[in-house]
């Protein structure tokens, strides 16, 4: 008897524990990883919160909170193609691979071809092509026929990787092994992948097999066995290619001839360039942001300044953003042909198109009005473009570099001061600038003191450094004063082989002044 009330009373207390924590369980929740946390939620509102959300951790979190805690809430297809697709650009591949686990076993949800896509296209951005095929071969585990745009977006990836050997086998396999038709895209990129790997013969077989598979190739498919000749450097078998486009009756685009032109370019062939630049103009197709940057590296490679600024002009009239790379090119052959007021028209000009100009482009064109003596222009161009964006490192050392050559020290200085100001910390060449700069008219003991900061904050000065400072010092009488620098580079401990010997040679040349610092040099050296 005991026995069964005890059992009974133990099974009363089980239940009634059981209550009390389901009890609990309903005013317990977990604390939402933003706030407000909406009270109502459905899958279009958390793709939203997804796409926005800038932090990808929280972006994952908001994904798995929804998913876990929210109530009567379910993701679909559409949530879960939304993280993907924010992980997989910013190449958080382990998230993505555990999600995708997760879809797998979720038999509820149908996926779409799209969400492989994505994930394709980043694997191959990302320079791991054989997880881009793995992606495209397991497409049919989730239950998703896959289709030409899967294929075609594998190959692209393949392309962009140089495994163009995979290309062609993911190619001959598509109809019996995937079940994908093969279109005239896909022909297309083989015949990419054959001309980059050099097989132009291979490329010309796919183009004239093409119509037997039932596609008629394009102006795309012309243009890319045009480009494999000009890859090659046979000009006389591309023009033969963009006949063929004419004799068609197709009218070539400006990517076909803008590969025409770089072919030409390629051989130092500029006059013919511009002939096809001018047919290609006539002929009412107008030129893209690539035809531009072609034919304005070429004018600046063979020193063309007025025909490189010129058609820069017509680009910004067109409205195209070039690139700083280029802009620099451009002010770069402008001021090596001494029109550095041209220069600095293009840089205003570039102002007033809403292309703001970086520190590449403002350090370029600072250097060359340094370069030019005119460090007022040059300081003005830089408290411009200063309004508007944040100097680097580059533009700073390259204004603090001009204001030493040209013995503009205090503005150096205040310049100096500016950059720490805005915690932008001065680095061994910034120090080396303004070492020399002091040495430059005859301040050699101002140079002492500033290596002597320069050691302090930790930047390691180099033979230059310590060359113009003790050559400096002898030349101005202060042969003492050699003896600290040698002292001070020794106690740093910084001194690298270059300096070891200018040290060693240069104070045995003046042994009687330098006897001292040589003992201590070598001691420490051998130590």
């Not at 109809?175 to 022909?187: A, G, L």
Request: proline share 3%.
């Amino acid at each position: 008897m005991w026995c069964l009330r005890h059992l009974k009373v133990t099974a009363t207390d089980s239940l009634l524990r059981s209550i009390t924590a389901v009890r609990c369980c309903s005013h317990y929740t977990v604390t939402p990883p933003i706030k407000p946390w909406p009270q109502r939620l459905y899958p279009k509102r958390l793709v939203s919160m997804i796409s926005r959300q800038q932090n990808l951790d929280l972006a994952l979190q908001i994904f798995h909170h929804a998913g876990k805690y929210h109530p009567d809430f379910s993701h679909n297809y559409d949530t879960y193609n939304s993280i993907i697709h924010k992980l997989s650009r910013a190449r958080a591949f382990d998230a993505v691979e555990s999600l995708l686990s997760e879809l797998k076993h979720n038999t509820q949800i149908k996926c779409g071809e799209n969400l492989f896509i994505t994930v394709i296209r980043n694997y191959g951005l990302a320079g791991r092509p054989e997880l881009a095929v793995k992606t495209f071969l397991r497409i049919e585990k989730f239950n998703v026929q896959r289709s030409v745009r899967s294929l075609n977006t594998l190959l692209n990836a393949l392309v962009q990787n140089k495994r163009y050997d995979l290309v062609h086998l993911m190619f001959k396999n598509s109809r019996d092994k995937f079940k994908v038709i093969p279109n005239v895209f896909t022909c297309n990129i083989l015949i990419k992948a054959l001309c980059k790997k050099n097989d132009v013969e291979g490329a010309i077989r796919v183009l004239d097999e093409m119509p037997s598979m039932g596609m008629v190739p394009n102006v795309v498919t012309y243009t890319t066995v045009l480009g494999g000749y000009v890859w090659r450097g046979d000009i006389e078998s591309a023009k033969r290619v963009f006949g063929e486009i004419l004799d068609r009756g197709w009218v070539p685009d400006a990517t076909t001839y803008t590969v025409l032109m770089d072919g030409y370019i390629k051989l130092g062939r500029l006059i013919d360039a511009v002939k096809v630049m001018d047919d290609m103009e006539e002929n009412g197709v107008e030129p893209n942001d690539v035809t531009y940057g072609v034919m304005i590296e070429a004018f600046c490679k063979g020193k063309k300044s007025g025909e490189a600024r010129n058609l820069l002009d017509d680009m910004l009239e067109r409205e195209y953003v070039p690139s700083s790379a280029l802009c620099c090119k451009v002010i770069d052959v402008l001021c090596e042909e001494g029109k550095v007021g041209d220069a600095c028209v293009l840089w205003r000009r570039l102002l007033r198109k809403n292309c703001t100009p970086d520190n590449a482009i403002s350090s370029t064109l600072i250097h060359w009005l340094c370069k030019d003596g005119k460090i007022r222009e040059a300081k003005k161009l830089f408290d411009e473009f200063q309004k508007g964006s944040i100097p680097s490192m580059l533009t700073y050392n390259t204004l603090i570099a001009g204001m030493c050559e040209c013995g503009e020290l205090t503005e150096a200085g205040k310049l100096w001061d500016d950059m720490v100001e805005k915690e932008q910390e001065p680095n061994a060449f910034t120090y080396n600038m303004l070492i020399n700069g002091f040495c430059k008219i005859g301040s050699a003991k101002e140079g002492i003191r500033i290596l002597e900061e320069m050691l302090d904050k930790g930047c390691l000065p180099n033979k230059s450094t310590f060359s113009s400072l003790i050559e400096a010092l002898i030349e101005s009488g202060n042969e003492g004063d050699v003896a600290k620098v040698v002292l001070m580079a020794v106690s740093s401990g910084v001194i690298d082989n270059d300096s070891w010997h200018f040290f060693v040679n240069r104070i045995v040349n003046n042994l009687d002044s330098g006897a001292t610092a040589l003992d201590r040099l070598l001691v420490e050296n051998d130590t």
